[in-house]
């Protein structure tokens, strides 16, 4: 029964014992009261209704704009720079078709993506697929159109996320919230460096869905595999990328991702809770650390289990890869080291299923390199427990 039910249920008793104490005149009060509400003006009743929406979406809009000049002067845009080669058209052609030559090369601008300074001393959060070209410099341009040379201090290939440091002090810094509190519904505010040209570009928007897992890539044909993603409607163009997306009090709840092609506002954001971690490595160590246990996998579910004719409809399954270097277990890693083989579903780490709420990638990155952790692995048809000493993944 629903707390509205019970609610109403509990009028009911209450008139009905207002009835049998006060009788005729009792029931004649209750029912004055309620047809005194039901005929009550309704031009009255529309205004208030109305004058109620103005000042609910005069707030709300309030609350956006001091949002969005709270964070604007901390977002940045990055823009991508490289030697690219110089051609020059020969005459002639074979065949009809026009031949060029390479001329030197000369620096030209070729992509820009979007960030945000968590700290006064120029640690600046993007995206990885934003600085994923070694061969490239990238320029960091501030709210005030200060232009920044930038280092790449870290990318982290299991998130899709980098850290940049540029020199300079007391610059300004955004607030990073809290994402596992996030709600379906809860107004959302996108900015970033639309299209790689119209910078600190506010969209606004609502959460749509929570815990998302997408396969996201871009024009240099890369795919990688991410979970736990905040879906939202808020736009999120090309060149938004690595720019906030906060929350109606300003702070920072995840980080701009990916678009969902053929569709209309549909994006989506890395939970901030995510990328905490990797700022303090950076800081503290130089890099981001992260747990690393050796296998290649895929996720078990239902229709894979009975299209395999599987026992077990969960798990984490230990499979090779496309190509025929595409190991299931990398040789010397601390899966290899603890026995696992291709074909072995890991069930539990810890005590915690594998499943598609709970994938292996997120309850590994639980845990620490050097941990101890305990998997209950099904291996040729018996449950086993395997003990496993988790290592650091090296990092680019």
Do not use: C
């Amino acid at each position: 029964m629903t707390p509205k039910k019970r609610f109403w249920i509990f009028i009911s008793i209450v008139l009905a014992v207002s009835v049998v104490a006060g009788g005729v005149a009792g029931l004649g009060s209750a029912w004055y009261y309620a047809s005194q509400l039901d005929s009550g003006d309704s031009g009255d009743r529309e205004q208030r209704i109305e004058k109620e929406r103005i000042i609910k979406k005069t707030s709300e809009e309030s609350a956006v704009v001091s949002a969005v000049n709270k964070v604007s002067p901390a977002v940045v845009s990055i823009i991508i720079t490289k030697e690219v080669p110089v051609l020059e058209r020969l005459p002639g052609g074979l065949f009809g078709l026009p031949q060029y030559e390479q001329r030197g090369t000369q620096r030209q601008e070729v992509g820009g993506g979007s960030g945000f300074i968590v700290s006064s001393d120029g640690y600046v959060v993007t995206n990885r697929h934003v600085v994923s070209d070694p061969g490239a410099e990238y320029t960091v341009i501030t709210s005030d159109q200060k232009k920044y040379q930038a280092e790449v201090k870290a990318r982290d290939e299991v998130l899709d996320i980098a850290v940049l440091k540029i020199k300079g002090e007391e610059f300004p810094t955004v607030e990073l919230g809290n994402s596992s509190d996030l709600q379906v519904g809860q107004t959302v505010i996108a900015i970033g460096n639309a299209l790689g040209e119209f910078r600190n570009t506010v969209s606004t928007g609502v959460i749509s869905g929570l815990s998302r897992s997408i396969t996201a890539g871009g024009t240099t044909g890369e795919m990688e595999r991410l979970s736990g993603m905040i879906q939202t409607d808020a736009s999120i163009n090309q060149g938004n990328s690595g720019g906030p997306l906060l929350n109606i009090d300003g702070q920072v709840i995840g980080i701009n991702t990916a678009m969902a092609s053929g569709a209309e506002n549909i994006g989506f954001a890395i939970p901030v809770n995510e990328v905490k971690n990797s700022i303090n490595d950076v800081r503290e160590h130089g890099r981001i650390v992260r747990p690393w246990l050796g296998v290649r996998y895929i996720q078990l579910t239902e229709e894979i289990a009975q299209n395999n004719d599987l026992e077990i409809d969960y798990g984490a399954l230990v499979v090779r890869g496309e190509n025929i270097s595409d190991l299931a277990v990398i040789p010397g890693s601390p899966a290899d080291k603890a026995g696992l083989e291709a074909n072995d579903i890991i069930l539990e780490i810890e005590g915690q299923r594998i499943n598609r709420d709970n994938p292996l990638a997120e309850v590994i990155n639980q845990y620490d390199p050097g941990q101890k952790i305990s998997l209950r692995v099904f291996h040729d048809g018996d449950r086993e427990t395997r003990e496993v000493k988790l290592e650091e993944r090296k990092m680019q």
